[in-house]
């Protein structure tokens, strides 16, 4: 199954970084769901032209997570979507990331009120893939 993710190599943001983030994602969408497999290290590798070890630090970053998980001889599969973390852990962990959004929306002058609204916007757009996914 190849997971059709786009890497910048250009960015700023690391590879693996970018394929945490996208694979994310597809979970979040429920484009990926429950029981999915994933493509092998290697094929993931050779699919997306990575280092091999890129691709492995991908993984490993979303099975420590939670969002993945490993079954020796089988392969790699989206996790069952329950969490290891306490909710206080989840919230403080989201809260982290909106501190890191404000604060960088501070520096690029970008009003409360449009802030605001492109949560609200990124909320509704994730429901709507969500809905999307599942039709």
Avoid: C
Avoid at 47 to 74: F, I, P, S
Avoid at 78 to 96: C, F, H, I, L, Q
Avoid at 100 to 122: G, I, P, Y
């Amino acid at each position: 199954m190849g997971l059709h993710l786009l890497i910048d190599a250009a960015s700023a943001t690391p590879i693996y970084a970018q394929v945490v983030d996208q694979v994310r994602a597809l979970v979040a969408t429920g484009t990926l769901r429950h029981g999915d497999r994933l493509p092998s290290v290697r094929d993931l590798a050779v699919e997306l032209r990575v280092n091999r070890n890129t691709a492995a630090k991908a993984y490993q970053k979303l099975e420590t997570d939670g969002v993945l998980e490993t079954r020796t001889g089988h392969g790699t599969f989206v996790a069952d979507g329950g969490t290891r973390w306490s909710r206080a852990e989840r919230r403080r962990r989201v809260e982290n990331l909106l501190n890191r959004a404000v604060v960088e929306a501070s520096h690029l002058s970008v009003s409360a009120t449009d802030v605001r609204s492109l949560l609200e916007q990124q909320l509704g757009d994730l429901l709507e893939r969500r809905k999307d996914s599942r039709s």
